[in-house]
């Protein structure tokens, strides 16, 4: 069957409801190719081919394994080909994977997490002592900045600067991927922004991952590029997944009154609560660029080298041969565990992190407003224009019967 049969897989309908074309997919064309700017990229759709993906030895994250044609197309893509924020973890492969990743993965340490989730909550309760008026806006009130405030401490950003990097932040987030010229001002302002930061922590070092970051670049443990990309892609990747883990999970419970009545009932359900927000409507689209560094098939589809490939996390995630009742909100299932942070070697770092943060920020909010709802029409409802990231831009809330 032609792709043409199936429901657009681009546009404001596309975003607000993406699951009936991935429905399409998966049954009609699992591993298929769909039409880019500039080129072609494989979509891959089915639970199982997706794990295989993202753990396939041949499949390379680094971009100089993209075809020419790939190349080309992302020329005007803001954040590639900068070798100042391109050089982090995600598009890295091997031994330089493994080593930028261990650099940065102390600082998710259970003993970290323990002191991150009572700061989480401080914020928290903080954020919404502020909420005032019969209606307010959960992600400009709450699900933006509580993370946006936990990765700058945990990066040791100082409180002056913090407006600074919220702004740039804020257009990179939220712009549309057409706005190029935008994206690349405010990307070219928080690169600058990032390597002020550096030196200011070479010169004035703190108790943060970005000082230990600096001291392992003294000892030449990562170079200076590599040193601004992971600050970047912590920074934005840090907060921008939880931004969308509460948005789309407050969303879920307003959606399901009656299971936000069980979680509100026994809070120790959380973690399994978070889990299924993950699953259902999760804050990642498709992971990131892979390429095939030689011939490989999945899903009876062969790839040629450089080739790209995007694996759908959101339709692996409703594959019906991985979860009974895929389209139900059901908390506590048993089976196959969620995508929403990946598999393999580039599971997400911070995945930890995003969970303690979903936790603290829907827990609060389920406590303090018992009569909450929304105030708008669900098709109403914008989200975010990105080919990667699942969030909402507002969610417009009545705190109070």
């Known amino acids: 069957?032609?792709?043409?049969?199936?429901?657009?897989?681009?546009?404001?309908?596309?975003?607000?409801d993406p699951y009936p074309a991935y429905d399409w997919l998966r049954r009609n064309a699992p591993v298929t190719r769909v039409p880019l700017p500039g080129c072609e990229a494989w979509l891959v759709t089915r639970y199982e081919d997706a794990v295989t993906a993202l753990t396939h030895p041949?499949?390379?994250?680094?971009?100089?394994?993209?075809?020419?044609?790939?190349?080309?197309a992302s020329l005007g893509l803001p954040l590639d080909h900068r070798p100042g924020l391109a050089r982090h973890m995600i598009n890295a492969d091997g031994a330089d994977h493994a080593r930028l990743r261990r650099l940065v993965s102390g600082a998710f340490t259970p003993r970290r997490m323990a002191g991150l989730r009572t700061r989480a909550l401080e914020v928290t309760d903080a954020l919404l002592d502020r909420l005032d008026g019969p209606e307010t806006d959960l992600i400009s009130g709450l699900a933006y900045p509580l993370p946006i405030t936990i990765i700058c401490d945990l990066l040791g950003v100082p409180e002056e600067d913090?407006?600074?990097?919220?702004?740039?932040?804020?257009?990179?987030?939220?712009?549309?991927?057409?706005?190029?010229?935008e994206i690349a001002r405010a990307t070219d302002a928080l690169?600058?922004?990032?390597?002020?930061?550096?030196?200011?922590?070479r010169s004035r070092p703190g108790d943060d991952l970005l000082t230990d970051l600096v001291r392992?670049?003294?000892?030449?443990?990562?170079?200076?590029?590599?040193?601004?990309?992971?600050?970047?892609?912590l920074l934005i990747a840090g907060h921008e997944t939880t931004v969308a883990l509460i948005g789309n999970g407050l969303l879920a419970l307003l959606r399901h009154p009656a299971q936000a009545a069980v979680l509100r009932a026994d809070l120790s359900r959380l973690p399994d609560f978070i889990d299924e927000m993950l699953r259902y409507d999760g804050p990642v689209r498709n992971a990131t660029w892979r390429f095939p560094t030689e011939p490989v098939v999945i899903g009876g589809q062969e790839m040629l080298p450089g080739e790209p490939i995007l694996v759908s996390l959101l339709a692996?995630?409703?594959?019906?041969?991985?979860?009974?009742?895929?389209d139900a909100f059901s908390p506590g299932r048993v089976g196959e565990p969620h995508l929403a942070f990946g598999r393999g070697p580039h599971y997400c770092v911070g995945a930890a992190l995003a969970k303690v943060e979903g936790e603290a920020a829907i827990g609060?909010?389920?406590?303090?407003?018992?009569?909450?709802?929304?105030?708008?029409d669900p098709a109403e409802l914008r989200w975010w224009p990105s080919a990667i990231m699942r969030g909402l831009f507002s969610l417009p809330v009545r705190l109070h019967g």
């Open 191 to 201: 690169e600058i922004f990032l390597g002020d930061l550096v030196e200011f922590k």
């Open 364 to 376: 609060r909010v389920l406590e303090r407003f018992p009569d909450l709802a929304l105030a708008a």
């Open 216 to 233: 392992r670049s003294n000892q030449g443990e990562i170079d200076k590029d590599e040193l601004t990309s992971t600050a970047f892609l």
């Open 58 to 72: 041949a499949l390379a994250k680094d971009p100089a394994a993209g075809s020419p044609e790939w190349r080309a």
């Open 1 to 16: 069957m032609s792709i043409d049969s199936c429901p657009p897989l681009f546009g404001p309908a596309f975003d607000a």
């Open 162 to 181: 913090r407006a600074t990097f919220h702004r740039h932040a804020s257009v990179i987030d939220s712009a549309a991927a057409s706005e190029v010229e």
């Open 316 to 326: 692996a995630n409703r594959d019906p041969a991985a979860f009974a009742d895929p």
